[in-house]
């Protein structure tokens, strides 16, 4: 790529990185700021206006074999017209007749002492229109019923800096099906 000297340097390196982080558990930069920006910089008018949005709730494999293993992906941005001004937390409820087995992306995430809630920090500083995705690798029960749904299983995202939800949480609700 040939560039006139002195212009700005623009790279697709986010957008690739986002879209191979779904796939592939490499940390997404897409909640980083750009090269010279201050991540954490407040907004000049204010308190943030970040509205950290659940995207995309899948599993892999769909359906998942009773006693096998699935990982449930989450796709969370920031539809705001600010970055985020505060951390947030994206947590993971899951349907019973599955337990988290890890490992998990970020690698930060943590569970309860059953597995069955996986809560996950994400720092400051989510740039408007960017993405962080969370993996968790899940087993299925062994008794659990084959050709069924598990669910309710529930995401949250727990964000104090969004105005939209007052500090409140967005959830969204999703099931396991088996095969």
Known sequence: MSR???APRRSALPWTCVAACALSAV????????????????SPD???????TIEHIETDPDPVAVGGTTTVRVLVSNRGSDRSGAPFTVQLTLPDGATAVGPYFPTACTTDSVATTVTCQFPQGM???RSAS???PVQICPSARQHGNLSPGVVSVINGN????????????FGIRTA
């Open 27 to 42: 940390p997404a930069v897409g909640a980083m700021a750009a090269p010279g920006e201050n991540p954490v910089a407040p």
């Open 4 to 6: 006139r000297s002195g």
């Open 46 to 52: 204010g308190p943030s206006r970040s509205r950290i």
């Open 162 to 173: 969004d105005p939209d939800t007052n500090g409140k949480i967005r959830s969204v609700g």
């Open 127 to 129: 740039r408007v229109g």
């Open 134 to 136: 969370v993996l968790v």
